[in-house]
Each structure stands twice: as structure tokens, then as C-alpha cells.
């Protein structure tokens, strides 16, 4: 084999075994397109060559592989002849060397993965994850990088989603060191359709057209999914060409346009053009169909004259789709998209089986589809439990001060990761399509009314790497347990989840082990809470020379509310009364505080372990939850999660402009300490505002373990909390002063840098 050819596909991420498997396969070695097509679909981005046999751990995504594959999203029906679907994707690299396109390709990427199961997108969220952005907590160029990515991140987001008429609804944003060089973009969307217009990926009908539909194709992207498959590093900058570039206002009449064509009955099947572009769309439908595709190259909608096969074959250009139209019927569809003005142009035909693809008339791709697809040889990883991992469990609190409550509030409130993200959020339309209900900052969830239904769609997404990072296993558990409280927050029953898994270099033991562990404990999570995992996504390699992150599984939820005018905010109002539910739960040797938020802002230690939450107790909880806001009985709920109860209070008080006095029961699940019971992160204990005298109801409307205790009331401008072994009273604008202030500070410079 001459040098250079292994010099060649080795820089396209391709293994030696890899080479002589894709020669075996083909009987031949592969032309350079082929080689090309090969790189993209072999890469871990598409077809999950290291995470595949971890992901059976989902019963849904098993049953999807052994039975009729994957579709581009998962639908759940939500009753009224209706159903959900939702799908988080990353876009990590792309947004780590052009932070605004990054981010908005990846907003458009998502949407057109809804749009493709024939649905129209009706919400977006977004998960985000950022070094520091505060002066002092990293190189001063480091800092001004991390705020440079965070504000064009959140530009892009807006830009995008704004002007193509998807409200961003929902979605987090956390900060760490681990996080500089490599930020984390996952976007999610939600769509809801008919049940019986669900459209297909699988193409069909030998003699049917292959019609390609949206923009033209330009040279951006190519080799994006191989982009994303790598280890950031010094040269990053200089594939900036592999970022694609998007366009809203095409997206949007793409979406129409899609719609449109799909209702007309003529089209057999559809997919975007995400990753890998033609490569994924030509490969994936045919395989999936169990047909073959001849494709002319040369009939392809191009930007830029002289494009090669290659580059027509991997560009990952925006706003594009392919689709299988009825033999016949195909000017309808070519109708409807040219009335939007975009292109729509026969390319292709669906044959018995192969690929085969031409450019200027030669043959350069002949291979079966079902090669790219599955042929990838499937790695057999280890894992190794790192000894950071054994000494995180037998971590105590001796020797650690508690704090003053009221300075420790205060604290937490002004760390950027617990602040207040109004910064974002108003940086969003959050109110297009006006189906919009319950507003980021309102409530724990993000509420939908969609039109035709009566139904409320409850929808959040949640992760947290820190406590991943110190126990994988008990990190997933939370992950699903927090997004699905979130939910259960606003009186919704959770009903399906959306996974974004972001980890670094699977090659390394600990790596392995932590992406092993967390999805097992978000699988056993789901199954436990019937919440099931529907679609999803996997990054590997978020590393850059700063080191890897931290291992970031971000999990998004859906719940349903039989009636959307039922939903619960999380502020409570003057003369109201405040409870607290929980689950009984052992809080243990490290009380709450093992992978805090509390150790971290306020001692600079991140050790320990998080509480596991108990599964069962939780889906009482949330049963619980759902009955008191049907019933009426309750006004507001608001979960403990990073930060403790006394943070859960203050975003309370904060929200509403009201304080609280409040006398917090013995009983309760805190801890012995006056911090752990202030700030101890333990999971099952939801907060709770109902109208005065409604106590005895809330008790006698909880389900199963759960149990309840009055606070006090609502009133005055100090939110004033007593606890077992502690006390703390602060004035409600100083809460809010630290909560609203942290992140428009941290970012200022920036901003002035930019004559804003």
C-alpha cells in the first residue's frame, strides 16, 4: 500500500483496520469520493462506533436498532390524535471556532430534524456550557475568549432562532474551567404533528424520484462530521471552512415549503441534509429503505462553479433536504417549493439496490448504501474507574467552616452558573407562534399551549457535569430525575425524554467509564420513571489542549398537562402560605454538600459525591405534584436542586418581589449542619406556595411516601428562614441585586470592548 494513500485516510480519521475493512467491503479500494463518504459516515458523529453498545441501555433505542432503525427524532403521543417530537443535537466544535455560525447551525440542524418526521417545530431550548467568565478565575485571555464564546453563542442562538419563527423557550447555562476551549452547544426543539402524517427517512419504490429541495450547495462544512469526531487543537482556527454557514430566512421557508409538499401526499420519504450532507441523506434513505440510489451530480443546485464529487458529496451547506417523491407526482412537490422560491430539482432515481453516483458523467461512487451505513467496525472500548472517583466516596466534611447563611446565599446567588440568565433569555423571542404559556424564569419548566388542543406540553432540559464527573451512575440518575421535576414542577406528568451526551476522548479508560456509567443511570432513571429515552445524540473528543471537559450528559424532558391553564409558576405571591414536600431520604456522611454548589463557590472544593435519588419516591412526587395543581390546591412549586433550599427560597422570593418568614421542619431530609440543611443539594424536595389554609388539603392530597410540613407565609421585603441549626435574613433586593447583576458584570467588558 503506497504511503501516501494511508497518509490520506488516516487524516480523514480513518483507521488502518478501518481502511482494509472499507476494501473489503467494496472488493477494490475506494475512489476519493468514496473515501470522502466513507470518512463522514465512519466517523464517531455518525455512526457511533464507540457508544453503540452502551446506547442499547435504552429499551427504546434498542428496539429502534433491532427492529425498523432509527428515525430522525422520536414522536410521543400526547392524546387529541397529536404527538410530540424532540431531539437534542450538539454543535461543540463548530461553535468552539465560530461561535455564532456554530451556534446557529446547530439551532437549524435541529429544527430540520423535526421537520423531517413531518412536524412542525413549535419550541426551541439550549444547553450551554462555558469556561469562566468572572476576572481572577482563569488567564485574563482565557477569560475574555470564554466571554467572547458565550456572547456570540447566545447571538447566534437569538440571530437564528428569532428570524426563523421557533421561540426559544427553555435551556441552561453553566460555567467551569474545564469548559475553556471547548464549550458545549446543544440545542433541542420540540415539533408537534398528526399521528397519521408521520413521514419516514426510508426511501422506496424502485423507478421513484429523488428530488433534492431548499438551498443551493456551496463549500462550507465539508467535513463537519469529521470535524466534530476530533480532539480540538492548535490548527482549530484554521478549519473554521468546516463551520457551516446558515440563512433563518431559508430555513423558514423551507419549513413552510416542507409542509406545504408533505401535505400534498406526494412525497414517499424525507431527510435534511445534516451531517455529512448528501452523504448521510443519499446513504442513510437508501439503506434504511433496503433500495439503491443513481445519483447525477451534475444536476445538483451548486453556489460555486467546478465543485467537485467530493465536495459536492460531503459539503454540509444549510437549509438543504433530500426526499423520494411518487413517480408522477413529483411537480407538485417541484410546484410548491419554487412558489417559496427554492430550488427543487430531480437529481436522482431510487434503484433496486447500490449507490451509484456520477459527476460529469464518470461513475465515482458504486458501493452499497448499507456499507456506509453499517458496515463501521463497532469498537470495543473499556472502561476504568479513576481513583478520583474512590476517594470523591469516602470524602467527609471535618475540618470545613460553615459559612454565614445569609453571605453564602449571597454568594451562591452571584456565581455565574446559578445567577440569574436573564441576560439570555431576553436576547430570545420567546412569544412567536404565541403558544407560549409559561416563560423562561416563570416557572422550573417552559409551558406550551399548543393550537387544537387543550393539552399544556411542559418541556425543560438539565445536566449537570459536576456531579457527573464525581459519580457518573448517580449523575445520570439526577439528570433525569431534575429535568423530570422540572416538568412535574409546573404540574405536568413527564412523559419522554431527549438525551445530548457530551463526554472527552473515549479511547481513555475513565473516559469510557464515565459515558458508561452516566447512560446506565440515565437508562435505569427512565425506565424506573416510565420516562422513556426517545432520540438523542453523542460527542465525543470535547477536548482541546486546556484539557477535556467535564462529562456532560444533558437530558431534555417532556410532560403533558391535560389542561394548560392548570400550570404552576414558581412564584409565589403576598399572603400566600409556603410547604415543603420531600421523599425521605438518608442524607448521609457528606450531607448534601459532596459535589456542591456550596463547597464550590464558597470553599473552592469540588469533592465529594451527590445523593442518588430515590426513583420510586420520585415518580410519587411527581404523581403528587400533577393531582394538587389539578385539584387547584397549590399555586406554585419550585424544586431544590443546585444550591439547597435556602437558593430555591431566595429564586422565590427574587421572582415574586416578595419575602418570607419561614420556619423549616426538623423532619425534613437536610442534614445536621447548618449549611447542609441551607444549602445541601438533596434531591426529592420541591418547594410549594398555596393559598392560606389550603395546609390540610396540600397533606391530604400527596400520593404514597411523599410527605409535607408548613413553612410559614409570604410577605414583607426579607426572605427570613429559620432552619434546624441555623438561621439567615436578607433583604429581598439584595437577593435580587446578587441574582439579576452577576452575569451583565461578568460581561461588561466585552461589551464596552464592542462599543455596545
Known amino acids: 500500500m503506497p504511503v501516501i494513500v494511508a497518509e490520506l485516510y488516516r487524516s480523514l480519521g480513518i483507521t488502518d483496520a478501518e481502511y482494509a475493512k472499507i476494501v473489503e467491503l467494496l472488493g477494490r479500494p475506494p475512489s476519493e469520493t468514496e473515501l470522502g463518504m466513507f470518512s463522514v459516515q465512519w466517523s464517531e458523529h455518525c455512526s457511533y462506533k464507540c457508544s453503540r453498545p452502551v446506547l442499547a441501555y435504552f429499551r427504546r433505542y434498542r428496539e429502534a436498532v433491532e427492529g425498523e432503525g432509527l428515525e430522525n427524532a422520536g414522536v410521543v403521543e400526547i392524546g387529541d390524535g397529536l404527538g410530540v417530537v424532540m431531539k437534542v443535537e450538539s454543535h461543540n466544535h463548530p461553535s468552539a471556532v465560530e461561535p455564532y455560525q456554530g451556534a446557529a447551525t446547530g439551532v437549524g440542524g435541529i429544527i430540520r430534524d423535526i421537520l423531517t418526521m413531518g412536524a412542525r417545530p413549535i419550541a426551541a431550548l439550549d444547553s450551554l456550557r462555558f469556561g469562566p467568565i468572572r476576572d481572577g478565575e482563569a488567564a485574563p485571555e482565557v477569560v475574555a475568549r470564554n466571554r467572547y464564546l458565550f456572547g456570540r453563542v447566545v447571538e447566534g442562538i437569538g440571530g437564528y432562532g428569532n428570524c426563523v419563527g421557533v421561540p426559544t423557550v427553555g435551556g441552561e447555562v453553566s ?158 412537490v417541484v410546484d410548491v417549493f419554487r412558489k417559496w422560491d427554492l430550488h427543487a430539482v430531480e437529481i436522482g432515481q431510487v434503484t433496486e439496490s447500490g449507490l451509484v453516483i456520477r459527476r460529469h458523467g464518470q461513475v465515482v461512487v458504486d458501493a452499497p448504501a448499507e456499507a456506509f451505513t453499517e458496515g463501521c467496525p463497532v469498537r470495543d472500548l473499556r472502561g476504568e474507574e479513576p481513583e478520583y472517583h474512590r476517594r470523591a466516596r469516602e470524602f467527609r466534611l471535618d475540618g470545613i467552616p460553615e459559612t454565614d447563611l445569609g453571605e453564602g446565599l449571597l454568594t451562591l446567588l452571584a456565581a455565574p452558573s446559578l445567577a440569574s440568565k436573564g441576560w439570555v433569555t431576553e436576547q430570545y423571542d420567546q412569544q412567536v407562534q404565541t403558544q407560549t404559556t409559561l416563560l423562561p424564569g416563570d416557572g422550573d419548566a417552559a409551558v406550551l399551549a399548543p393550537r387544537g388542543t387543550g393539552r399544556g406540553l411542559a418541556v425543560a432540559i438539565d445536566g449537570n457535569g459536576r456531579w457527573v464527573y464525581l459519580d457518573p451512575y448517580a449523575g445520570g440518575l439526577l439528570a433525569v430525575a431534575e429535568a423530570a421535576r422540572n416538568v412535574a414542577c409546573t404540574g405536568a406528568r413527564p412523559r419522554a425524554a431527549t438525551d445530548g451526551l457530551n463526554f472527552g476522548d473515549p479511547n481513555q479508560p475513565h473516559v469510557f467509564w464515565q459515558f458508561e456509567r452516566s447512560v446506565r443511570g440515565i437508562a435505569d432513571a427512565c425506565e424506573a420513571l416510565g420516562v422513556p429515552v426517545v432520540s438523542g445524540n453523542v460527542s465525543f473528543y470535547n477536548e482541546s489542549e486546556l484539557g477535556e471537559v467535564l462529562p456532560t450528559p444533558m437530558v431534555g424532558v417532556m410532560g403533558v398537562l391535560e389542561d394548560a391553564g392548570q400550570r404552576l409558576s414558581s412564584r409565589w405571591a403576598e399572603g400566600m402560605e409556603v410547604g415543603l414536600l420531600w421523599v425521605p431520604l438518608e442524607t448521609g456522611p457528606q450531607q448534601g454538600l459532596g459535589a456542591s454548589s456550596y463547597l464550590a463557590e464558597c470553599h473552592g472544593i469540588e469533592d465529594g459525591v451527590p445523593l442518588a435519588p430515590d426513583l420510586a419516591g420520585e415518580a410519587e412526587l411527581f404523581e403528587s405534584l400533577a393531582r394538587l395543581a389539578e385539584q387547584g390546591t397549590i399555586g406554585a412549586a419550585h424544586d431544590v436542586s443546585e444550591g439547597g433550599l435556602a437558593f430555591a427560597l431566595a429564586e422565590m422570593a427574587v421572582g415574586s418581589g416578595v419575602g418570607a418568614e419561614l420556619d423549616v421542619p426538623a423532619s425534613a431530609p437536610l442534614g445536621s449542619r447548618a449549611d447542609a440543611q441551607a444549602f445541601g443539594e438533596v434531591p426529592g424536595l420541591v418547594v410549594v406556595a398555596y393559598p392560606k389554609g389550603h395546609g390540610p388539603r396540600v397533606e391530604g392530597g400527596v400520593v404514597g411516601r411523599v410527605r409535607f410540613a408548613p413553612m410559614g407565609r409570604v410577605g414583607g421585603d426579607r426572605l427570613e428562614v429559620v432552619f434546624p441549626n441555623g438561621r439567615l435574613s436578607v433583604a429581598v433586593h439584595n437577593l435580587a441585586q446578587a441574582y439579576r447583576e452577576a452575569i451583565p458584570a461578568a460581561m461588561q467588558p466585552t461589551r464596552e470592548q464592542e462599543g455596545a
Open 175 to 332: 460555567f467551569h474551567p474545564r469548559y475553556s476551549g471547548n464549550p458545549l452547544v446543544n440545542a433541542m426543539c420540540v415539533g408537534l404533528l398528526r399521528l397519521d402524517q408521520v413521514t419516514t427517512a426510508g426511501a422506496a419504490g424502485v423507478g421513484n424520484p429523488v428530488l433534492y429541495l431548499g438551498s443551493a450547495t456551496g463549500k462550507d462544512g465539508i467535513h463537519g462530521a469529521s470535524f466534530a469526531s476530533e480532539v480540538l487543537g492548535e490548527d482549530s482556527d484554521a478549519k473554521r471552512p468546516n463551520v457551516q454557514i446558515g440563512d433563518p430566512f431559508a430555513e423558514k421557508a423551507l419549513i413552510e415549503a416542507t409542509l406545504e409538499a408533505l401535505a400534498t401526499g406526494a412525497v414517499q420519504s424525507i431527510q435534511d441534509m445534516g451531517a455529512a450532507g448528501l452523504t448521510c441523506s443519499t446513504t442513510e434513505m437508501a439503506a434504511k429503505g433496503g433500495v439503491g440510489m443513481m445519483i447525477d451530480l451534475d444536476l445538483v443546485p451548486m453556489r460555486e462553479e467546478g465543485m467537485t464529487a467530493y465536495e459536492l458529496m460531503l459539503s454540509e451547506s444549510q437549509e438543504r433536504m433530500l426526499c423520494v417523491a411518487y413517480r408522477g407526482r413529483e411537480q407538485e
